[in-house]
């Protein structure tokens, strides 16, 4: 058995075992770990959103096809790179998958560089995706601490209100709006009001 770690999650879905047979053979050989399904529909009741993962799908098959398995993913905001596999002919469907974010899409019978060359792609773009739903998923727990009052004074501290004014939208004394504002930069861990925005508004690139 290899002591080397798994680069990642490939998902390989395709109702022609042999095509199945001969990716699951090609990748694990190239030490990723491999599932596959013969069919869009068990892909999506087993696949776990929670993986670094990647998909390479037959955009033509008996039931749900690529281009609907596709609109599921998207339906349920999954970051999920795919790379589609096609068959002669399929090229202009293709063409509409990669409009809706597939990241290419191969011709069949393929070459193996070729196909590894965008199984490395689809993993940067994985790593990535997965960093962003992580700090996406981090900031919006932090947010659900405020109550509805704290919200309403952050979503003005965003907008550039003074606590003045704050307090005259909402109503509420300036030592109220005072308050708020001490406890919303506790429950966000924020140290300065850039800290906040980051949280805030998720841009990591506004400077302090």
């Not at 037959?58 to 690529?66: K, L, P």
């Not at 070729?114 to 992580?134: G, P, Y």
């Not at 009052?149 to 003005?156: K, M």
Request: glycine share 4%.
């Amino acid at each position: 058995m290899s002591l080397i770690p798994k680069k990642g999650t490939v998902y390989v879905v395709d109702d022609d075992e042999a095509v199945r047979d001969s990716l699951q053979w090609l990748l694990e050989g190239k030490d990723y770990r491999v599932k596959c399904f013969d069919s869009a529909e068990s892909f999506l009741s087993r696949f776990d959103p929670r993986e670094v993962a990647c998909l390479i799908a037959d955009i033509r098959m008996d039931g749900m096809s690529g281009l609907e398995l596709q609109d599921r993913l998207i339906e349920r905001k999954s970051p999920l790179p795919i790379v589609f596999i096609t068959g002669h002919g399929d090229v202009p469907m293709a063409v509409t998958t990669m409009k809706k974010g597939a990241i290419d899409f191969i011709e069949k019978p393929f070459k193996e560089e070729e196909l590894l060359s965008l199984v490395e792609r689809m993993f940067d773009q994985a790593r990535l995706a997965f960093s962003q739903h992580q700090e996406q998923a981090s900031r919006e727990a932090l947010l659900s601490r405020l109550t509805t009052r704290e919200s309403q004074v952050l979503e003005r501290i965003v907008a550039g209100r003074l606590n003045k004014q704050i307090a005259d939208d909402l109503g509420i004394s300036i030592k109220t709006v005072e308050a708020h504002r001490a406890n919303i930069m506790e429950k966000l861990n924020a140290n300065t009001v850039a800290d906040l925005l980051k949280i805030a508004l998720g841009a990591q690139h506004i400077k302090a």
